[in-house]
């Protein structure tokens, strides 16, 4: 069988490497371009082609970064004849003459239990919403967002210490193992997809930097919850004032205290903390308190919140907006 592999991110990178240890190496990978990374804006090749560069073996898979998806894309898809096209976190809404180019049609790995969770961002809403479960589904792609005829799918459970990042990476190793089982039924013709229901949808939108923005009022489960959707990017964070600079504060680790006679948006450190070593530092939510374990100053390096005590002991007391 030739396929084709659209795919980007490290969620797309895991699966095709487990498809292609399994004997499905595709003829082509489509991935989005590279990218200018961090403060020197380096330029960076996306985890899917860095997972091909870095295998010397790969070296007959073709990569493709079209910045567009035109004709002429369509041309050089057409020049495969895949059987079939597979897409994982591609990043980009690719047009029906192209989803109908291969034989088999294209088929989608998407990171929820659809019709739950319809669009880019199904794992940090899973975690944002404080589902128990989640999964993969392995659907037909037509037209429209995640809409098509259901394949396969698999269930998975979110732990109370999953992050996007964690939940991710489980999530892609057990739609590259679903994926290995399915698709032989699927192109021989013993699988039957079933369509979705449709009134049952639920949608996500693409999480941009301002998500991360800490609103104090909620309830301290609700903003832990968001330090781990939003983990590794764009986290959880607020502004302190220090030495009359406001100044960005990402907050990485974080659990729950029942702890409330404070002011909302208060800098505090627990009752039990008699000494520094043991030092809790919390801040008071809309319901309960936010217990931060590990966080990163704008420009500084990650630390354990007692470490950042040492230097910021004037910050208790502070209130945050």
């Not at 037509?142 to 809409?147: G, I, L, V």
Request: net charge positive; hydrophobic share 40%; aromatic share 8%.
């Amino acid at each position: 069988m030739k396929y084709i592999f659209f795919g980007t991110p490290e969620f797309a990178a895991i699966v095709l490497e487990k498809l292609t240890a399994a004997g499905l190496e595709p003829e082509a990978v489509i991935c989005n371009p590279d990218e200018p990374i961090g403060r020197k804006k380096i330029l960076t090749p996306p985890p899917a082609k860095s997972l091909i560069m870095k295998h010397e073996t790969w070296n007959k898979i073709r990569i493709l970064q079209p910045r567009n998806l035109n004709s002429s894309f369509k041309f050089q898809v057409s020049s495969f004849n895949p059987d079939l096209a597979i897409i994982a976190a591609y990043g980009k809404m690719i047009p029906k003459e192209i989803l109908d180019i291969p034989k088999f049609g294209t088929i989608n790995i998407h990171g929820s239990l659809l019709p739950k969770y319809r669009g880019a961002s199904p794992i940090q809403y899973a975690i944002l919403d404080g589902d128990k479960e989640t999964g993969i589904t392995i659907m037909k792609v037509d037209e429209k967002m995640d809409h098509g005829e259901i394949i396969s799918n698999v269930k998975t459970q979110i732990s109370k210490s999953d992050t996007f990042e964690s939940l991710s990476q489980k999530l892609a190793i057990c739609g590259a193992e679903l994926l290995i089982k399915t698709i032989p039924d699927y192109i021989a013709g013993k699988i039957k997809p079933i369509g979705q229901n449709h009134s049952e949808a639920t949608y996500t939108k693409i999480i941009k930097k301002e998500d991360g923005k800490i609103d104090w009022q909620k309830s301290a489960e609700k903003i832990e919850r968001m330090t781990r959707a939003f983990f590794p990017w764009p986290t959880a964070w607020t502004y302190v004032k220090l030495k009359a600079q406001s100044l960005k504060l990402k907050i990485l680790e974080a659990e729950i205290s029942n702890e409330n006679n404070y002011q909302i948006g208060e800098i505090f450190v627990s009752k039990h903390s008699n000494i520094l070593q043991n030092v809790r530092m919390l801040v008071k939510c809309g319901k309960d308190s936010l217990v931060i374990k590990k966080l990163q100053l704008e420009g500084g390096k990650v630390l354990l919140a007692k470490e950042f005590l040492n230097g910021h002991r004037d910050l208790i007391g502070n209130i945050l907006k």
